[in-house]
């Protein structure tokens, strides 16, 4: 390892181990341990379990589908978006992109306000059809996925919309000039040299799937997944099956990055790229009826949203069974800010969610260039633990922290956080690292490294290659995963229900 490899590679090494692999360690250790001594007892109690096994193989499968169905939307509402020039594009592009702004919370509780046995497009259906009882049900693994996919799409969208704006259009218009149809061209061209996009986005999904708690929490019933089965096995104080449990989930998550790894590691992704992308085809003669499809699907998509705006303006205990809320007003905002309590949770999520998205930002894009343009040793180990935080539940995370840093050992790495306004900041930023990282590493993927060597033959330094060329470059991708960074920490509330106190609601 070179000196300039080792001076960017410490502080990543260092944070990583300390902050992500540290605290996990005691989630660890508790796994292996039975009244303070070593023992295999609760592994033996998971995989004797029908219901742990039950619950693991439904979270791999949930996940799995959770990134077919979420694929099947964004990858071409990005197309579209990034390929056709149409009235309204810009709009619709960034309004494609706002389910993501919700909560998962909240944005479950939403479903059941749209698409619950009560909900507005349930009761819609029933009255038009004439029926005496809802048409279905939301309950299920069916609903589970439903959740997910309107919700986790957005990861394919921005990620992919990024891949496209940094794809040299001379590709494509080299293989149609050899005589390549459209969708050939599409095939053998565009979607492998989108492949870091598509391989981030899945990560992503296939993680955030295999930890989601309210979407299962809420509409599971009966169905169990890991992230649930972690919730029932920590009300009942078994704490060394949570543990275990934690343990599976993390090493499940693991083992898809380990196959997505070789993958993407057998393939080559990027081309002597001029950084400029294709640009948007004019659609004149139906450019109208693209405008049309598009907005009608961004409004469906948006419903979830649009439910939550509505019930802000109902008064409580106004609304009981009518189709619609008989009465609007604006009483709950004039609440929310004129009262000091209500008003400082919303100032205090700001302020955490923007320190922790700018600490993301620099780390993102070191390590990103670390793992895309430098080879050393422990390389995979580094790949591994930048995506370990999305494979645990936040509960595991703010237990880890919690038990981490409850004391104060400095010789130890352990300060006392718990209590302070460190303390949040540090798990939403530990919680999104490879949300952000992914992201950054993707644009890298599919920047031809001869673009800033041609910048070095010309005489720039490597501070104003990074600062004039690479970031540029990189822009989309890193905004994107910001982006979803900050949203994501906004609306944290797994992790924040354990970590936060009166100052810090």
Known sequence: MNRRTLVLAAPVVLVLLWLVLYPNLFVLGDSFSEGGRFSLQHYRRFWTSRSEIGALWASVWISAASVVLSALLGVPLAFLFARYQFPGRRLLGALAAMPVLLPPLVGTISFLFLYGESGFFTRGVQLLLGLESPPWRLAGPGAILLVHAYTMYVYFYLFVAAGLSRLDAGYAEAATALGAGRWLTLR??????????????????????????????????????????IYASKLNGEGGLVAVEAVV???????????????????????????????PRSAVSRGWMLALGAGAAIAFLLLPHLTVLLVSFVPEGSWTTEFFPPVYSLESYRSLVSSPDRL?????????????????????????????????????????????????????????????????????????????????????????????????????????????????????????????????LVLPGLAAGALLAFVTALGEFVASILLYTHRTR
Do not use: C
């Not at 989108?194 to 929490?217: D, I, W």
């Not at 090493?251 to 790229?273: D, K, N, P, W």
């Not at 780390?363 to 990103?368: I, N, S, T, W, Y």
């Open 188 to 229: 053998r061209i565009t979607l492998p040299m989108l492949a870091p996009a598509l391989g981030g986005a899945a990560l992503l999904v296939f993680m955030t799937s295999m930890a989601s708690f309210s979407a299962p929490y809420v509409f599971g019933g009966g169905f169990r997944v890991l992230s649930t089965q």
């Open 249 to 279: 989930l993390a090493v499940a998550s693991l083992l898809f990055l380990i196959l997505l790894q070789r993958y993407e590691g057998a393939r080559s992704y990027t081309g002597a790229s001029k950084g400029l992308g294709p640009a």
């Open 344 to 472: 400082v949770p919303v100032l205090n999520s700001l302020r955490m969610a923007t320190v922790a998205t700018l600490a993301n930002i620099v780390f993102a894009f070191a390590a990103g260039y670390l793992l895309a343009r430098r080879r050393f040793w422990g390389r995979g180990a580094v790949n591994a633990l930048v995506v370990l935080p999305w494979a645990l539940p936040g509960t595991v995370l703010a237990i880890a922290l919690a038990s981490t840093f409850a004391v104060h050992q400095p010789w130890a790495g352990q300060f006392v956080l718990i209590g302070s306004f460190a303390i949040l900041p540090l798990a939403y930023f530990i919680r999104n690292i490879p949300l952000v990282t992914r992201a950054v590493l993707a644009s890298f993927q599919q920047l031809d490294p001869a673009v800033e060597e041609a910048a070095a033959s010309l005489g720039a330094s490597r501070v104003n290659t990074l600062w004039r060329v690479v970031l540029p």
